[in-house]
T-cell receptor
């Protein structure tokens, strides 16, 4: 079956530090890949996505590149802010089939200190 | 701009009690989903619906029932709550032809 593996947290960084959250996947075929973010007390929001190999998704200073050869979709940001403190989920989905089911990783808690 | 609205936000049940969680979306989405979120396990799909009057099982459907009588509403029922159902429940919706799912703020359920 399909699965997503994320680096375990929690991750604590100082403001303006560089962020990497690793994500690898196992799937039959070529899924679409996503990063969702969950701020405290809120539901998940789509942060960025990539639908094919070598695509780069980007939003709010975050980036992730779909690497088919390493089955990875690592999330990066060059300079984190306190407001980036949240839980980050990597996920995959296939665009065919009866539903657009998302398979999530376990989430990585990020805390950014001033 | 309500998006996906879940009610209630919090609930405490005793073992064996029943309850229904309501999800409402105002985006005219065809697909709706119920997930549960447990520590260290990410989100797992309970049931989903691809349109009014249709439902299907997800990864962890046991102990839950759902109904989609109206396109905008998706109900999740617990007939006889168990402590193992203590979790945070999220509803989501999406267009039929796209992968982006929009999530509600969640319902925190404790079963004692």
């Amino acid at each position: 079956g399909n699965s997503v593996t994320q680096m375990e947290g929690p991750v604590t960084l100082s403001e303006e530090a560089f962020l990497t959250i690793n994500c690898t996947y196992t799937a039959t075929g070529y899924p679409s890949l996503f990063w969702y973010v969950q701020y405290p007390g809120e539901g998940l929001q789509l942060l960025l996505k990539a639908t094919k190999a070598d695509d780069k998704g980007s939003n709010k200073g975050f980036e992730a590149t779909y690497r088919k050869e390493t089955t990875s979709f690592h999330l990066e940001k060059g300079s984190v802010q306190v407001s980036d403190s949240a839980v980050y989920f990597c996920a995959l989905s296939f665009s065919s089939g009866s539903a657009r089911q998302l398979t999530f990783g376990s989430g990585t808690q990020l805390t950014v200190l001033p | 701009n309500a998006g996906v609205t879940q009610t209630p936000k919090f609930r405490v049940l005793k073992t064996g009690q029943s309850m229904t969680l309501l999800c409402a979306q105002d985006m005219n989405h065809e697909y709706m989903y119920w997930y549960r979120q447990d520590p260290g396990m990410g989100l797992r799909l309970i049931h989903y619906s691809v349109g009014e009057g249709t439902t299907a099982k997800g990864e962890v459907p046991d102990g839950y029932n759902v109904s989609r009588l109206k396109k905008q509403n998706f109900l999740l029922g617990l007939e006889s709550a168990a402590p193992s159902q203590t979790s945070v429940y999220f509803c989501a919706s999406s267009y039929a032809a796209k992968n982006i799912q929009y999530f509600g703020a969640g319902t925190r359920l404790s079963v004692l």
